[in-house]
């Protein structure tokens, strides 16, 4: 079974600074019928402008992913820590028991271009922490590149929660498979590009969700990135 879920339809947030797409109901949009899919909460599309973004504010007891399109992000936070996440940067911020930050585009002339996952953890209350790694583009090209899981294996950033996430960075006419074990449940986000997933063709900022296929192929129709979430059922 295989729901896709389109741009188009996702809620749409803009300020003079933000343009925001929501995969999920957050903030000001909500909507019953898409809650988050599984352990996954949030997946918002944010285009911030030159110089702008998010003042310090707070979370608590998530999993917060951040990935990067275009541009950079810069962010402070109440551990002291402070870095800047690029193009090919896999940062995650386990919320725990509660952390204030700060995200600004790190450029004071081009817009940044990123994909903000939160997932729910396995456990509250964790001690917060952050951790970010780098992935090469020949890591991710025509092929799954494991980028967070669990057990942090492969280089992987460890994410608290039951979930094996993997990007990909298709060249045109390329494809790459996936055989998720049974009882598992999939989510397909196109970062960039299009693609069709088992013959669903699939645009830029769409995602679908995916249950019981026991083999799913990803082909590019154009260049294209995409992200994938292997979950517990």
């Known amino acids: 079974m295989m729901f896709p879920r389109r741009s188009a339809d996702r809620g749409q947030f803009e300020i003079s600074w933000l343009k925001s797409k929501h995969s999920f109901s957050f903030g000001e949009y909500f909507d019953q019928r898409h809650m988050g899919y599984g352990p996954l909460r949030v997946i918002n599309e ?64 081009d817009e940044s271009h990123l994909l903000q996952i939160w997932m729910i953890p396995e456990v509250k209350g964790l001690a917060p922490r952050y951790q970010q790694t780098r992935f090469d583009d020949a890591e991710k090209r025509d092929r799954l590149r494991l980028i967070g899981a669990r057990d942090g294996r492969e280089g992987a950033v460890t994410i608290f929660q039951d979930i094996d996430l993997y990007a990909s960075l298709l060249t045109k006419g390329k494809s790459v498979t996936h055989e998720p074990k049974p009882g598992r449940r999939l989510w397909l986000q196109v970062a960039q590009g299009n693609v069709a997933v088992n013959g669903i063709v699939l645009e830029q900022g769409d995602g679908i969700a995916i249950e019981d296929e026991p083999k799913i192929e990803i082909i590019a129709r154009s260049d294209a990135e995409v992200l994938l979430f292997d979950m517990r059922g």
């Open 46 to 109: 944010d285009i911030i402008r030159p110089g702008a973004g998010f003042g310090r504010h707070g979370h608590k007891d998530m999993e917060i992913l951040t990935y990067v399109l275009k541009g950079g992000v810069s962010h402070q936070d109440s551990l002291g820590m402070g870095s800047t996440i690029r193009p090919g940067d896999v940062q995650i911020m386990s919320a725990g028991t509660g952390i204030e930050h700060s995200e600004f585009n790190a450029s004071d002339q």
